[in-house]
Structures are given as structure tokens and as C-alpha cells.
């Protein structure tokens, strides 16, 4: 079983709708939770990054980790096709600097 | 802003021949890595270096090896190109501070291996 769980989609949305993309983990040693978004034939960039357990917000974007249920999501409000792009987890114990990846979601907006 | 170069976007290499891929962050990170990335599986690292001429293997090391020779440079090497290795290559750069494991990436290189 993999350490971080990802649903590859694709999930495809009409434009405008709420976006939900989600991830869950075993190990509750896990700390730091990011989210990368990974445009066709580019390098992943960052988009969010929390701490330990709740919510953080930039723009459309929110960021949630429940530790408790070893499940964290990122949600975009108002999509746009511009948000179509593939979008990974990852996350760190904090101890050292690797990360653990999810596979990745594929996600399509439709204008 | 961060800066990750890779010294190639597209390559194409035969069976058996030996394949260098160039990374350069501009940064001072004192961690780099490399990555390859295939539909589904995600990104699974091959190597990383923690500091100048030093190097630990990631998940899946064979059939590459790795060089540091610079703190800016690390150099992922092919020794003898297999078509099991087509994929997409992404190189990254971090910091060691606890809780900024934030890894910044390069562009990514496709090889495909003929």
C-alpha cells in the first residue's frame, strides 16, 4: 500500500464549479502537507503549503488537513481553464527534507 | 524568484548509450534531487544530495548514478540508456530548514530511449 493515496481522475468540471481534490495518508507522523499544480510539459510549482491540522486560505484556493482522518483537500472556488492542469500532494514528517508524493490529479475545466 | 534550469527539454537516446541530464539552481539550496515522473505513478525519486559530493539513494536508483561536483550543479547519469527508462526527468532544490521543504522544480527533461 502506498504511503499517499491519489485518485488520477481525470475529474472534468464545467467552468465556475467547486473543485474538490483530495488525498489520504498512514502516516500520522506526516506534518507538512503541500500542494502542487503541474502544467502539461512543466515542472511542478507550489501552490499551497500548511501545517499540521485546519484550514488555509489564498485566492480561490483552500487547503484543508484533518489529521485525525489521515485526509487532506484542496479546493478551488470559481474554476477557471486556466486551473486545468494536474495537481499533487505531497508531505513531510519535518525530520528531513524528502517528500512523499501522491500520484497526481488530472484536472480539466470546460469553458 | 528561484531559478531550476535543466540543460535539456527533449532527448532522444539509443539503447546502450551513456545519457549525462544537467541540473542548475541558482538558490545556494544545499539540496537537490531527481525525479522521474510516469503517467500514474507519480513522482518517485531516484537521488538526492545533501551537500557537495555527497549522494543517498531515492526509491529507485538502478540503472542510474549521480554527481555533485558543485553546490548549484547535480548531474543524473545514464550509464547505459534502456527504453525502460523513457520518461520524464524533473529536477528540484530545497533548503534544509525544518518545515520549508518546499522543493522547487525545473522544467523537466523528456528522454525517450530507442
Known amino acids: 500500500q502506498k504511503e499517499v493515496e491519489q485518485d488520477p481522475g481525470p475529474l472534468s468540471v464545467p467552468e465556475g464549479a467547486i473543485v474538490s481534490l483530495n488525498c489520504t495518508y498512514s502516516n500520522s507522523a506526516f506534518q507538512y502537507f503541500m500542494w502542487y499544480r503541474q502544467y502539461s510539459r512543466k515542472g511542478p510549482e507550489l501552490l499551497m503549503y500548511t501545517y499540521s491540522s485546519g484550514n488555509k486560505e489564498d485566492g480561490r484556493f483552500t487547503a484543508q488537513v484533518d489529521k485525525s482522518s489521515k485526509y487532506i483537500s484542496l479546493f478551488i472556488r470559481d474554476s477557471q481553464p486556466s486551473d486545468s492542469a494536474t495537481y499533487l500532494c505531497?508531505?513531510?514528517?519535518?525530520?528531513?527534507?524528502?517528500?512523499?508524493w501522491g500520484a497526481g490529479t488530472k484536472l480539466i475545466i470546460k469553458p | 524568484d528561484v531559478k531550476v534550469t535543466q540543460s535539456s527539454r527533449y532527448l532522444v537516446k539509443r539503447t546502450g548509450e551513456k545519457v549525462f541530464l544537467e541540473c542548475v539552481q541558482d538558490?545556494?539550496?544545499?539540496?537537490m534531487f531527481w525525479y522521474r515522473q510516469d503517467p500514474g505513478l507519480g513522482l518517485r525519486l531516484i537521488y538526492f544530495?545533501?551537500?557537495?559530493?555527497?549522494?543517498e539513494k531515492g526509491d529507485i536508483p538502478e540503472g542510474y548514478s549521480v554527481s555533485r561536483e558543485k553546490k548549484e550543479r547535480f548531474s543524473l547519469i545514464l550509464e547505459s540508456a534502456s527504453t525502460n527508462q523513457t520518461s520524464m526527468y524533473l529536477c528540484?532544490?530545497?533548503?534544509?530548514?525544518?518545515?520549508?521543504?518546499?522543493?522547487?522544480f525545473g522544467p523537466g527533461t523528456r528522454l525517450l530511449v530507442l
Open positions: 538558490m545556494d539550496h544545499e539540496n
Open positions: 528540484a532544490s530545497t533548503t534544509p530548514t525544518p518545515g520549508k521543504e518546499t522543493q522547487y
Open positions: 544530495s545533501y551537500d557537495v559530493k555527497m549522494k
Open positions: 505531497a508531505m513531510s514528517k519535518g525530520s528531513n527534507y524528502q517528500l512523499i
